[in-house]
């Protein structure tokens, strides 16, 4: 039995999923000429000025986005799950290559140890990062317990961090791309000067695209729920400047609200570790506790977001536009 799979053995995690993918992986299996996104029911709540029902949306326009890339969070157990949505990501990235993928934290489960990456990050996502698609990691509140308070994870190259929060940009600003900011959300984050760094990075910064991402949710349906102090801290940066998108996770599970004070929350936290309950809100637009992952197509005046399962169902998806 090879180490990682008595690794697994030992931890209680079963491993026929991970083999399975493996094994796919590495057969380089042609493309699924069967896949076929499907619409999913229609969200509970009505549409609002700036982020529409998923249902009545037509996406295919043929036009191809500035900008693609993906979303994980809460991904790092070595699950079979995991595994089966770094399948459904590798058949997308076939299908639709995406650039890079955002990593919302809970990397490593469950204490962040970086001893672990090989097994929960560098082997379910081989096929990607075979590709050179880089993850941009944030830190959650697993990552920052046995890894000298997240330095470790900081320090680990494939997480590509530059800190414990950061900034970077993709893609021809000029030309109507992003800058992204990946921030700590812990409670031990140095709070005072990470808030003004981001009002100040959000101030200076003439990217037309500003998204920021984090581990844990500002609002939420899921089990750990909103979290006041938090919204107290950033929404009022967020609405400040305008940011239409904040990714997240820490609840294990998908929901999407409609735009709150101009930003559109997305609590994307299906990533592999055992899902979560999840209730609605009035501000809701579509929720479901399932292993997803997210895509995002960047374009100057409108990014589509994609909520996709593990078997390939595109189950959610929205278009934000710009708040004026
Ligand atoms: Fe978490």
């Not at 904040?246 to 609200?257: A, K, N, P, T, V």
């Not at 609605?280 to 506790?289: G, I, N």
């Not at 909520?307 to 169902?313: F, L, W, Y």
Request: charged share 20%.
């Amino acid at each position: 039995m090879k180490r990682r799979q008595l690794l697994l053995t030992l931890l209680g995690v079963p491993v026929v999923g991970a083999l399975v993918y493996e094994a796919i992986a590495k057969s380089k299996v042609p493309l699924n000429s069967q896949y076929e996104p499907a619409l999913a029911k229609s969200p509970s709540s009505s549409p609002s000025q700036t982020s529409e029902a998923n249902s009545e949306i037509t996406l295919e326009t043929g036009e191809e986005p500035l900008l693609r890339f993906a979303a994980i969070a809460d991904n790092g157990f070595g699950s079979p799950d995991q595994f089966a949505v770094a399948k459904s990501m590798w058949e997308t990235y076939q299908q639709k290559p995406y650039a890079f993928v955002l990593m919302a934290g809970d990397n490593i489960y469950s204490y962040g140890e970086i001893k672990l990456a090989k097994a929960y990050f560098e082997e379910p996502y081989a096929p990607l990062l075979n590709k050179d698609v880089k993850f941009y990691a944030a830190l959650g509140n697993h990552d920052i317990i046995k890894t000298n308070n997240g330095l470790d994870q900081i320090n680990y190259k494939l997480f590509n961090m530059s800190d414990r929060y950061y900034s970077f940009t993709k893609g021809e600003v000029a030309e109507g791309t992003v800058k992204f900011f990946a921030i700590d959300t812990n409670s031990n984050a140095p709070w005072e000067a990470e808030l003004a760094w981001l009002d100040r990075q959000l101030t200076s910064s003439t990217a037309p695209w500003k998204i920021v991402y984090g581990h844990h949710p500002l609002y939420s349906s899921g089990e750990h729920g909103s979290d006041p102090e938090l919204a107290a801290k950033l929404a009022p940066i967020f609405a400040k400047h305008k940011v239409p998108l904040y990714l997240c996770g820490h609840d294990h599970g998908y929901e999407r609200f409609n735009p709150i004070d101009g930003t559109t929350y997305i609590v994307n936290g299906g990533g592999g570790a055992p899902l979560y309950k999840f209730g609605k809100s009035p501000q809701t637009a579509f929720v479901s506790s399932r292993f997803s992952f997210m895509t995002f197509d960047v374009y100057q005046d409108k990014i589509i977001t994609k909520a996709i399962a593990t078997n390939g169902e595109v189950f959610d998806r929205s278009i934000i536009t710009k708040t004026s």
